[in-house]
């Protein structure tokens, strides 16, 4: 066994440039639409990847819980540089809310087994920013989230976390869960080599019965919210757009007291 | 009538406008039961009982400054166990949005974050959210446990319904468990004296465009009292401090007003600023995205046009 087991969550979000759309059952329509690893998962990638180079023996799972496409994230994750993959992948899993797919991926990060979690900080499409620290929770080990900085030594997490009001400096023991930042450095770009070896890599598909997990506990059905109506918001109207010709300063004043703004 | 919790956010005691809009919201599922946590509860106290809070449930643990979060956690579940509330509101800072979710999870609860209002429902609040980087407008409720909602700032307009609001202290057992991580040094951040971004009725940001000088941009917020935002390739650039980032990664924010200068208006930044009420730019190219959102826009150097609007409107005031 590895002496330091990273997992990194990851997910396959809908390219955000793309119409992101409703499908009738009021779950995000993810059929005929670009999908892409999580721009922000990328970081956490990064940093899992610069914790093994930095000690002897450490092992990269990349997990990821979403549809049959999902394998897309995990594929980009594994040329970046990770060394296994486990795919969560259930029909029963469809419409699953936060507290859904952190109980799934709790199961599927013991059944792997852990020393340090990785986390992005939001996923792009649904955004919440919460999971990492649900998922400390339903793992029960500490959270550092939010992490614009982070070093892992000797079974010790220390790291900074850059709030509003302040910027902590953080420190936990092993097993924990993290979640980085974008600003916590550049993520890599696979190389031709890192896809070609990604393709070897081993990745494990389960299901929710290889999880011990029963179909009536996830999923739309089971969700602990409901969307009643969604709504798409009307384009905002084309507003007046003016080159200056030396006064648009002043224009624009007009413009701010006509609305009463100023 | 049931009793809803609202988890205050404070500095110090000097409650924060957006607990004052929660309180608003909540009145209108059942009564607010304030719960503070920290120092300074008796002086926040009255502010919460003008705005509706029937009762203040304090406490004040060291280990809410020592370990991160997790404590807090703890409180407010005690909060819940005390009152089993309705609901719980929940500002959506980033650690607003981590309490509320634990708390979700210990009362098998569903969860819903970042609504833009709340009302009341035959199946309890209706929360409404703003999603797809404000392109679709859900209205959605919990259907499991008690509501845990948070519930973004500018949501409401706080008003004024004198209650009790009395100080309770809560009883807290701050678990083992939840000391986890360890909250080694703070460095506080520095004022401005300007107002919270997240909070502000006006912003005014700049972006890679102000060419590392956010002092036209600062000048045209002092005078409209409005907070200061940023772009990313501003922050990354080392102009100004990423608390005032606006977008995907940076703070949302919705106000009356939003002003942008040099900014061209990628997606990522678009993100954090669509659901503005009204939105003014100032960019050279006439072709920058920024101009499709739009209410106002003038194509031209934002180093004449930002002073000249700043000089205009100081010169309206006198
Ligand atoms: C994962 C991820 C997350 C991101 N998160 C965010 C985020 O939270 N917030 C964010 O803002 N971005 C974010 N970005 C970055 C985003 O994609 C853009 O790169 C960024 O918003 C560009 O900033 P800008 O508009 O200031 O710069 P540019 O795109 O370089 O635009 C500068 C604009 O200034 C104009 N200009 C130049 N000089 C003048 C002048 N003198 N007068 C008037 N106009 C002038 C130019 O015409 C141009 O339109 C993110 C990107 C990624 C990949
Ligand atoms: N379906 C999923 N599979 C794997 N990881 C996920 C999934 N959803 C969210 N995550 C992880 O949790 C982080 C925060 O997600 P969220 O709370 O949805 O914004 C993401 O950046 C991912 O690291």
């Known amino acids: ?262 | 009538m049931a009793e809803v919790l609202v988890y205050v956010d404070h500095a110090d005691g000097a409650v924060r406008k957006p607990t004052l809009e929660l309180l608003t919201l909540a009145r209108r599922i059942g009564e607010p039961v304030a719960v503070f946590l920290g120092a300074g509860a008796e002086d926040a106290a009255p502010t919460l009982a003008e705005y509706g809070a029937t009762k203040v449930l304090a406490a004040d643990e060291p280990e809410f400054v020592e370990y991160l979060v997790v404590p807090k956690v703890d409180a407010l579940h005690a909060a819940f166990a005390h009152v089993s509330p309705a609901a719980v509101l929940v500002p959506s800072s980033v650690e607003g949005k981590e309490i509320a979710g634990r708390l979700a999870v210990r009362t098998g609860s569903g969860l819903i974050t970042d609504a833009v209002d709340v009302e009341a429902g035959e199946d309890g609040p209706v929360a409404t959210q703003s999603v797809f980087a404000g392109s679709y407008t859900t209205k959605s409720r919990i259907t499991k446990g008690t509501p845990v909602i948070t519930v973004k700032p500018n949501s409401a307009a706080p008003a004024a319904a004198p209650a009790a609001g009395s100080v309770e202290r809560l009883a807290v057992t701050v678990a083992e468990a939840s000391k986890g991580t360890e909250v080694v040094s703070r460095t506080a951040r520095e004022s401005t004296g300007r107002p919270e971004l997240t909070e502000a009725a006006v912003v005014v940001a700049g972006g890679r465009g102000v060419n590392g000088d956010f002092s036209a941009v600062e000048a045209l917020a002092d005078s409209l009292g409005a907070a200061v935002g940023a772009s990313r390739a501003a922050v990354d650039a080392g102009w100004y401090p990423h608390s005032n980032q606006v977008g995907q990664t940076g703070k949302s924010v919705s106000p009356q007003l939003y002003i942008a200068a040099g900014i061209s208006g990628a997606i990522q930044h678009r993100a954090g600023m669509q659901t503005s009420r009204t939105i003014v730019a100032v960019n050279k190219d006439e072709e920058a995205p920024i101009f499709d959102l739009v209410d106002y826009g003038v194509v031209g150097d934002l180093f004449d046009v930002v002073p000249q609007l700043t000089a205009e409107l100081d010169a309206r005031r006198r």
Request: net charge negative.
């Open chain 1, 1 to 262: 066994m590895k002496t330091l087991r990273i997992v990194v969550c990851v997910k396959y979000v809908p390219d955000a440039t793309c119409d992101r759309r409703f499908a009738d059952d009021l779950t995000v329509d993810r059929d005929d639409l670009d999908g892409l690893l999580s721009e922000l998962d990328e970081y956490a990638v990064e940093q899992a990847l610069q914790i093994k180079e930095a000690v002897d023996d450490a092992e990269v799972t990349v997990v990821t819980v979403g549809p049959e496409d999902a394998l897309g994230a995990l594929s980009k994750a594994l040329s970046m540089g990770g060394d296994k993959a486990v795919h969560v992948e259930d029909d029963d899993l469809h419409g699953s809310d936060v507290l859904g797919t952190s109980s799934v991926l709790a199961r599927a990060i013991e059944h792997t087994g852990y020393d340090l979690v990785l986390c992005g900080m939001a996923s792009t499409d649904g955004g919440m920013g919460v999971l990492p620290s649900i998922l400390a929770e339903r793992l029960g080990v500490p959270q550092l989230t939010q992490l614009s900085e982070l070093t892992v030594k000797d079974g010790v997490v220390t790291a900074r976390r850059d709030g509003d009001l302040a910027s902590e400096q953080l420190r936990a023991s092993l097993p924990a869960v993290v979640s980085v930042t974008d600003r916590s450095g550049e993520a890599r770009y696979p190389s031709f080599k890192g896809i070609m070896a990604a393709k070897k890599k081993p990745v494990e598909t389960l299901d929710l019965s290889d999880l011990g997990i029963a179909a009536d506990e996830v999923g739309l059905a089971a969700a602990w919210t409901k969307v009643d109506e969604a709504a798409q918001r009307p384009p905002r109207t084309v507003g007046t757009i003016l080159a200056d010709d030396g006064s648009g300063g002043r224009q624009l004043a007009d413009f701010l007291a006509g609305r009463r703004l100023v």
